[in-house]
């Protein structure tokens, strides 16, 4: 059974006092806990301090981008090897934001998460269709294009260390969420894309979220389907009450899922 994943994508937000304040209670939190796998991914700037207040804990810190070159002229960038220093276990990449505003395309998005790997981290690779190419009726060929186009020339025993998040554009920070069984389609479809660029056992073993306006009040109806394996958490996360909240209802569905495959 592949374990839950809940990760806090925190953006461009948060003074670093508040920062803290969120990582302690978290921190506090999670003490004890350990059903389900919880990352948080900072801004740069405060990584260094909040991997320092999680090392002895079992909240993961990521960042929420890389450049893929180790080092020079790249003005504004960070490299692997400076995220490596701050103990980064994780990195975001292909965030729609990223594509959008950003320009990031998928060969670009490829070249990181290849890099990613070559230094040991886990990479979050994002994908996920606009409105229109969902009202189209495309939504399904687009991401599918995304995921083999992110995966290109990655060997087997590479893709089974990819987390993968399917966010659909048009969900993310608007209120709109994705039905838990339209999520699940795709995120079916994802696995079988895996499997044919791997095996079923890669493929089932690889762990996809959704993500895109989850909140406590409406994650329920994702997390209990199988394919589902947790979520990638925007503006919820930086809210503890309701973070924590996702946090439980991933646990919940574990153990569900648990009784499920063990009846008593
Ligand atoms: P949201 O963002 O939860 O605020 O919609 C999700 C994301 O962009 O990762």
Known sequence: ???????????????????????????????????????????????????????????????????HKEEGAFTGEISPVMLKDLNVIMVILGHSERRQIFHETDQDVNLKIKCALKFGFMPVFCVGEDFNTREKGKAEDWVKNQILEGIKDLKAEEIEKLIIAYEPIWAIGTGKICSGEDANKIIKMIRETIKLKSNDSIAQKVRILYGGSIKASNFQEHIKYPDIDGGLVGGTSLIFEEFSKVIDLASASNVHALHQSHPV
């Open 1 to 67: 059974m592949r374990k839950k994943f809940i990760i806090g994508n925190w953006k461009m937000n948060l003074t670093l006092g508040e920062a803290q304040d969120l990582v302690f209670k978290l921190k506090n939190f999670m003490k004890g806990k350990n059903s389900t796998d919880v990352a948080v991914c900072p801004p740069y700037t405060y990584l260094l301090t909040l991997s320092n207040i999680l090392k002895d804990s079992n909240i993961l810190i990521g960042a929420q981008n890389m450049f």
